[in-house]
């Protein structure tokens, strides 16, 4: 069974300033996707990057890239220039050839001004 | 494009009371999903439509929960009777195809408090 692990369950940082959300996952599969989703207080989940498992190269969507580590099965989220905004859960989710997404834990992440 | 929309965004009811819960995917989103978070959670899945057919409901408990997605379009999720541990957040999901394209679009979801 597929399985997704964020063992940090809050961190902080200062606005403006950098923070790495952590994330592994357990797949017997060869081709998967995998996901970073925010979701803030309205609860409203939004994808905010995706990682093709084919595809060496580390997704980036402006402030936001990943490290994929295909062997270590690690997939960290990296935040620059962290703004009051990006408070919010962010879950880590793999999905697989049935389409179906397995979520991590979760992390809640507080932007101090 | 408008997102998914569900409906009613709060709902309180009584333990052994029924709920029906409402979602209208994204147009042309082929797949919808429901899921259920609990507080502190990741989001758990319910039960999955590829158009009007059930792709997956291994982890619907069935004895007292049911989805319909009749015509291939909107869907509604019903707990009947609801228990306290139903208390949840349900979230409903679509995306365009099954093995398509994988990302899922969510909609703002509806908390459940059972008491």
């Known amino acids: 069974a597929q399985t997704v692990t964020q063992s940090q369950p809050e961190m902080s940082v200062q606005e403006a300033e950098t923070v790495t959300l952590s994330c592994t996952y357990d797949?017997?599969?060869?081709?998967?996707?995998l996901f970073w989703y925010k979701q803030p207080p309205s609860r409203q989940m939004i994808l905010v990057i995706r990682?093709?498992?084919?595809?060496?190269q580390n997704a980036t969507e402006n402030r936001f890239s990943v490290n994929f580590q295909k062997a270590a099965k690690s997939f960290s989220l990296k935040i620059s220039d962290s703004q009051l905004g990006d408070a919010a859960m962010y879950f880590c989710?793999?999905?697989?050839?049935?389409?179906?997404?397995?979520f991590g834990k979760g992390i809640t992440l507080s932007v101090r001004p | 494009e408008a997102g998914v929309a569900q409906s009613p965004r709060y709902k309180i009811i009584e333990k052994r009371q029924s709920v029906a819960f409402w979602c209208n995917p994204i147009?042309?989103?082929?797949?919808l999903y429901w899921y259920q978070q609990i507080l502190g959670q990741g989001p758990k899945l319910l039960i999955q439509?590829?158009?009007?057919?059930?792709?997956?409901d291994s982890q619907l408990p069935k004895d007292r929960f049911s989805a319909e997605r009749l015509k291939g379009v909107d869907s509604t999720l019903k707990i009947q009777p609801a228990k306290l541990e139903d208390s949840a957040v349900y979230l409903c999901?679509?995306?365009?195809?099954?093995?398509?394209?994988?990302?899922?679009?969510f909609g703002p979801g509806t908390r459940l408090t059972v008491l």
């Open positions: 989710a793999w999905t697989g050839a049935n389409s179906k997404l397995t």
């Open positions: 797949t017997s599969e060869s081709d998967y996707y």
């Open positions: 990682q093709e498992a084919y595809k060496q």
């Open positions: 147009s042309g989103h082929a797949t």
């Open positions: 439509f590829q158009n009007n057919g059930v792709v997956d």
């Open positions: 999901a679509s995306s365009r195809m099954r093995g398509g394209s994988p990302e899922q679009f």
